[in-house]
């Protein structure tokens, strides 16, 4: 089956600091790529979508400009979470598909984000 | 505006038995729909989808039935095993501003199969 992985699993890092996390489809290229972000006991947030080669396409509410996404290759996509504050921290999961139209999306492992 | 809803958080059931999850939502111009199972601390991993036009879809111990009318869809897992304890969203299909199509997910069922 497809595999997508993210990098790293884990991070904590200090309030104002910028962190990136990496997903990458292993097995298939992925035109398409979204950026989700988990709270506890809650359903998967789409933050974002993003097709290689072009802008990322956020969601109402989502600051572009502190959530900054790159789909520079169709197996690479991050997502830089800018001058980070505690209430960032979260589980960001990505996933990827190999069609912009309806499919199987295969999700990442996840990240947790750990602002301090 | 939650457009994907799964209005039990938690489910228990005996291993062996049939296990039901539903999932509701507003939109009807969402034409595909998928469930996904997420262990903690993991991604979600893709179980059974179903196009709006039809009405039930099987995989083996899987089964999810549609009900457009009613704008309704649930997952039937038969029999029901401990290792399918986790937590289940539903997803639907919407096709973004970009041309893009997007999933939208459900708050999540957390089912216990207990042994």
């Known amino acids: 089956g497809a595999v997508v992985s993210q990098h790293p699993s884990r991070v904590i890092c200090k309030s104002g600091t910028s962190v990136k996390i990496e997903c990458r489809s292993l097995?298939?290229?992925?035109?398409?790529m979204f950026w989700y972000r988990q709270f506890p006991k809650q359903s998967l947030m789409l933050m974002a979508t993003?097709?290689?080669?072009?802008?990322?396409?956020?969601e109402q509410g989502v600051e572009k400009d502190k959530f900054l996404i790159n789909h520079a290759s169709l197996t690479l996509s991050t997502l830089t979470v800018t001058s980070a504050h505690p209430e960032d921290s979260s589980f960001y999961i990505c996933?990827?598909?190999?069609?912009?139209?309806?499919?199987?999306?295969?999700f990442g492992p996840g990240t947790r984000l750990t602002v301090t | 505006d939650q457009q994907v809803k799964q209005n039990s958080p938690s489910l228990s059931v005996q291993e062996g038995r049939i296990s039901i999850l539903n999932c509701d939502y507003t939109?009807?111009?969402?034409?595909?729909f998928l469930w996904y199972k997420k262990y903690p601390a993991e991604g979600p991993t893709f179980l059974i989808s179903?196009?709006?036009?039809?009405d039930k879809n099987e995989d083996g111990r899987f089964t999810v039935f549609l009900n457009k009318s009613a704008k309704h869809l649930s997952l039937h897992i038969v029999p029901s095993q401990p290792g399918d304890s986790a937590v289940y969203f539903c997803?639907?299909?919407?096709?973004?501003?970009?041309?893009?199509?997007?999933?939208?997910f459900g708050t999540g069922t957390r089912l216990k199969v207990l042994a």
């Open positions: 996933s990827a598909r190999q069609s912009p139209r309806r499919g199987e999306q295969y």
């Open positions: 097995d298939f290229q992925a035109t398409t």
């Open positions: 993003s097709n290689e080669g072009s802008k990322a396409t956020y």
């Open positions: 939109n009807s111009m969402f034409d595909y």
């Open positions: 179903i196009s709006s036009i039809k």
């Open positions: 997803a639907a299909s919407q096709r973004s501003t970009s041309g893009t199509y997007k999933y939208i």
